[in-house]
């Protein structure tokens, strides 16, 4: 079975600019979450999705952070404009119960 | 404070070590502590998963909890370089709520 996959693995780009990450959870599982971790500090909560619906976003940063689940599948998170201190990896996590399922990260550097 | 207390290390071992890694918590709040794993560019791995105090044995590793005094603590018997790996404990409250709140993970490594 496959297990979360995050694309793409890593991304470098220029203050301003937009990016879009991509996680593809485990087949079936409801529960997908996002998680960053800025160098030197805990990866941290970002937002958690049931099926399509947001459950809990209290971890978004700020609005310039955008996350969206179509169809209850694969999800997406935008960062647009990217400022410097977005750089650091970002994992995606699925679950179809208490245990949760992590993806290898993306690694966003913004120059 | 920080909710979630980890020394980061890092901490090196010979192989065959009995390895010590430890969390202090402030919040009551969290039911369920966890093990993660993570290798060099991999994302976290569980390891371990428990929730009432006491100890919980699987193969090397045994997770022990003491939620009288907030602190959890993983030990590895018979360390192995393949062991070589941050270290994350992680914990959250009851119910369905499942976000995680992440030490900062500690760097082991086993030298051969």
């Known amino acids: 079975e496959a297990g979360v996959t995050q694309f793409p693995s890593h991304s470098v780009i220029e203050k301003g600019q937009t990016v879009t990450l991509r996680c593809d959870p485990i087949s079936g599982h409801d529960n997908l979450y996002w998680y960053r971790r800025v160098m030197g500090k805990e990866i941290k909560f970002l937002l958690h999705f049931v099926k399509e619906s947001k459950q809990d976003e209290s971890g978004m940063p700020n609005n310039r952070f955008l996350a969206e689940r179509t169809g209850g599948t694969y999800s997406t998170l935008k960062v647009q404009p990217a400022e410097l201190e977005d750089s650091g990896v970002y994992f995606c996590a699925s679950s179809q119960g208490t245990s949760l399922f992590f993806g290898p990260g993306t690694r966003l550097t913004v120059l | 404070q920080k909710e979630v207390e980890q020394d980061p290390g890092p901490l090196s071992v010979p192989e065959g070590a009995i390895v010590s890694l430890n969390c202090t918590y402030s919040n009551s709040a969290f039911q369920y502590f966890m093990w993660y794993r993570q290798y060099s560019r991999k994302g976290p791995e569980l390891l371990m998963y428990?929730?009432?105090?006491g100890n919980k044995e699987d193969g090397r590793f045994t997770a022990q909890v003491d939620k009288s005094s907030k602190y959890i603590s993983l030990f590895i018997r018979d360390s192995q370089p393949s062991d070589s790996a941050t270290y994350l404990c992680?914990?959250?409250?009851?119910?369905?709520?499942?976000?995680?709140?992440f030490g900062k993970g500690t760097l082991l490594t086993v030298n051969p």
């Open positions: 992680a914990m959250r409250g009851g119910g369905s709520n499942y976000k995680l709140t």
């Open positions: 428990t929730y009432s105090s």
